[in-house]
């Protein structure tokens, strides 16, 4: 799948601490409607539910070819975002607010450089699910539970210019939210630069959930003489 969140620890740059969050609202357990459709269809609802959520917290772990191991923590809106990133015992933060990126990698939040801020404000929710109607072969997997909440997998085969294999798990109760997400592997070459997920990726396994009031996210205060 076209992850381009992968990019995150490439670019080394974790977000404010959340506010409490909740999983996907269940409906009775019987109905599992989500379940019941095709793994395109199930995917298109998934992606759709994600661009439009008013908050979400990611935790993730990627794992580089290297076998250096990153967390990256976030904390999202439709139009803002706050991470942190941690490899090798060091942390970097980025902030995104009003279309203006600023990190800090431990001396203070500076204004972002240009090709940066162009790579981070791509991973605003509402495009990253953009990216995901181009995707390699959709396959539905079984249905299990992930963080408490009954999910159903969907594979994609990474076969799609710029694409990367793996899975989402999506609540087939409720609304279909994204609960977790994994894969890795070899990107495909080619697809959209805004949207190709990032190489030097042996593995990544991120986990979601969906604050019930959003996060105030808010420019930071610059190191002077920035």
């Known amino acids: ?13 974790v977000p404010i601490a959340c506010g409490s969050s909740q999983a996907p609202a269940a409906s009775p357990a019987s109905s599992q409607a989500e379940a019941q459709k095709s793994a395109d269809d199930i995917w298109n609802d998934a992606w759709s539910a994600y661009g439009k959520a008013p908050a979400i917290t990611e935790s993730e772990t990627e794992t580089e070819s290297n076998g250096t191991v990153v967390t990256i923590q976030i904390d999202a809106t439709p139009t803002s975002m706050s991470f942190t990133t941690t490899a090798n015992g060091q942390s970097s933060k980025t902030v995104i607010v009003n279309n203006k990126v600023y990190t800090d990698s431990g001396t203070g939040f500076q ?3 240009a090709d940066y801020a162009t790579a981070v404000l791509s991973l605003l929710p509402p495009h990253l699910a953009s990216c995901q109607t181009t995707h390699g072969t959709l396959t539905k997997g079984s249905t299990t539970s992930v963080d408490g909440v009954q999910v159903v997998e969907v594979k ?14 999506v609540a087939v109760n409720g609304s279909p939210l994204i609960v977790q997400s994994k894969g890795g592997g070899v990107s495909t070459t ?6 190709a997920a990032a190489p030097g990726f042996s593995t990544y ?8 009031t959003p996060s105030q996210i808010v420019a930071p205060s610059l190191t002077t003489g920035t």
């Open 1 to 13: 799948m076209n992850i381009k969140l992968l990019a995150l620890a490439l670019l080394s740059t």
């Open 111 to 113: 204004v972002a450089a």
């Open 156 to 169: 994609d085969d990474g076969k799609s210019p710029g694409d990367i294999p793996g899975s989402i798990f």
């Open 190 to 195: 080619g697809g959209r630069p805004d949207c």
């Open 205 to 212: 396994d991120i986990h979601f959930t969906y604050p019930t």
